[in-house]
């Protein structure tokens, strides 16, 4: 988050030499901002979305359950409890066109790069509680750890309302299309590290998950002229849909700083 704030500032230094402009054709920029993604898609890596990526079955597995029985000194099952998955808020950076047809409206085409980290806690309960102690410690705790990766194309019009003020507010519109990598997917507990697989047919042998998304986009913030450029600072919120799962629409929120040039 030091990198988003560091640029936010950055953008608010260029408010204090603002100028007029008129604009037509192409210009080119950068953006960076802090990108919020939907806990429901973290679900895809609970350990519980497919036979492939099974956390009961993998567990299960003499390798892991051994090591784990000789930590406890103990036979143990998954609790039933589904883990609770959570992405961490996280930086986006891209770059962007804008082509203007009026000084006022624009087709914009912006693409952009993140990389997410999940988190989530699993359970396993112990085949025999300790004695004289409260319920429930027989119980014992465990994590899952994701990381994915996401490229964003977004397309569409940017229309910004003229006033007597410096700056202007703007509104955009238009679609995100999304494409979804898996880097890593993990879990560890007591002494123990393990690695979820995935089988893809057009891959030879174990390799991790892909997919895309897509959805309408929308956006608003205010704009501010400086020095042969423009600064953008607003919100922008994707509704899109994974094909990997079936939780339909769901809102991905970014805040963005742009530097138009």
């Not at 080119?28 to 990108?35: K, Q």
């Not at 102690?133 to 490229?151: D, V």
């Not at 003020?165 to 519109?173: D, L």
């Not at 990598?181 to 042998?205: C, D, K, L, P, R």
Request: net charge neutral.
């Amino acid at each position: 988050m030091k990198s988003f704030f560091a640029t936010f500032f950055f953008c608010l230094f260029f408010l204090f030499v603002s100028q007029a402009q008129n604009k037509n054709g192409l210009y080119w920029g950068l953006r960076i901002g802090a990108y919020s993604a939907n806990n429901k898609q973290a679900d895809f890596y609970n350990g519980k979305q497919s036979e492939q990526s099974n956390l009961e079955t993998l567990i299960e597995q003499s390798y892991y359950y051994d090591k784990i029985a000789e930590y406890y000194n103990d036979d143990f099952s998954i609790y039933s409890q589904t883990p609770i998955m959570k992405y961490n808020p996280t930086v986006t950076v891209g770059g962007l066109l804008h082509y203007f047809i009026t000084t006022n409206l624009a087709v914009y085409t912006q693409v952009s790069l993140v990389q997410l980290q999940g988190l989530g806690v699993f359970q396993i309960q112990l085949a025999s509680p300790v004695q004289g102690t409260q319920l429930g410690t027989n119980i014992k705790n465990g994590s899952i750890h994701a990381k994915e990766q996401r490229f964003m194309l977004d397309f569409g019009l940017q229309h910004t309302f003229e006033n007597k003020k410096t700056y202007k507010p703007y509104i955009m519109g238009g679609m995100s299309i999304l494409s979804m990598q898996v880097i890593e997917h993990t879990f560890s507990i007591a002494n123990v590290e393990g690695t979820f697989s995935y089988y893809n047919a057009q891959a030879t042998g174990n390799s991790y998950f892909s997919t895309f998304a897509y959805g309408p986009q929308i956006g608003l913030g205010f704009q501010v002229p400086v020095q042969k450029g423009t600064v953008y600072i607003g919100g922008e919120f994707d509704y899109i849909s994974f094909q990997h799962q079936n939780d339909g629409f769901t809102l991905q929120s970014k805040l963005i700083c742009k530097i138009e040039m």
